[in-house]
T-cell receptor
Framework: AQSVAQPEDQVNVAEGNPLTVKCTYS??????LFWYVQYPNRGLQFLLK??????LVKGSYGFEAEFNKSQTSFHLKKPSALVSDSALYFC????????????FGAGTRLTVKP | DTEVTQTPKHLVMGMTNKKSLKCEQH?????MYWYKQKAKKPPELMFV???????INESVPSRFSPECPNSSLLNLHLHALQPEDSALYLC????????????????FGPGTRLTVL
């Protein structure tokens, strides 16, 4: 079965600095990877996904993620963090031939300080 | 328009009550989902409907009963819930197609915060 791991419960960065939220995955075939963000008391908002093609995926709000097959990683990045980026970030994976659809990581709380 | 709406936003119910959660989307999506999310935890898949037919039930207790009356609506009927069922219930939809396409992006509603007393 597929799974994702987000090794950091919490990430703190200063506004204007680059940010990275880490995600590693485990699948037996080709992974389909997603990043979602959740603001307090809200549903999840889609940021970006990797299906195939370019390893660098650009998404909403200036976020991007790099698919690294050898390291089985899909880290989320942003060159310059904003205070408004503070939220809970979830990595998720789907896999072909598995009808259980998406599996989410445990989430990483990002705090951007002014 | 990538909006999924859910009503009510908050619901408090006793263990003997019967209530329903509603979800609606007008994006023409053919796959709809219910997730349960406990505080500070990731969403857990409960049910998936594809073309208005239940395609996935993740071994959810029968006190949760989903219904998909048409392609735009998804309900979750609640009966005899337990306090541990208190959570944020999220609805999502995706384009779908010939069956579920797992590469499709899922769009989430804001959720219903359920408290069972």
């Amino acid at each position: 079965a597929q799974s994702v791991a987000q090794p950091e419960d919490q990430v703190n960065v200063a506004e204007g600095n680059p940010l990275t939220v880490k995600c590693t995955y485990s699948v037996s075939g080709n992974p389909y990877l997603f990043w979602y963000v959740q603001y307090p008391n809200r549903g999840l908002q889609f940021l970006l996904k990797y299906i195939t093609g370019d390893n660098l995926v650009k998404g909403s709000y200036g976020f991007e993620a790099e698919f690294n097959k050898s390291q089985t990683s899909f880290h989320l990045k942003k060159p310059s963090a904003l205070v408004s980026d503070s939220a809970l970030y979830f990595c998720a994976v789907s896999q072909l031939y598995n009808n259980n659809d998406m599996r989410f990581g445990a989430g990483t709380r990002l705090t951007v300080k002014p | 328009d990538t909006e999924v709406t859910q009503t009510p936003k908050h619901l408090v119910m006793g263990m003997t009550n019967k209530k329903s959660l509603k979800c609606e989307q007008h994006m023409g999506h053919r796959a709809m989902y219910w997730y349960k999310q406990k505080a500070k935890k990731p969403p857990e898949l409960m049910f998936v409907y594809s073309y208005e037919k239940l395609s996935i039930n993740e071994s959810v207790p029968s006190r949760f009963s989903p219904e998909c009356p048409n392609s735009s609506l998804l309900n979750l009927h609640l009966h005899a819930l337990q306090p541990e069922d208190s959570a944020l219930y999220l609805c999502a939809s995706s384009q779908g197609g010939a069956g579920l396409r797992i590469t499709d992006t899922q769009y989430f509603g804001p959720g219903t915060r359920l408290t069972v007393l």
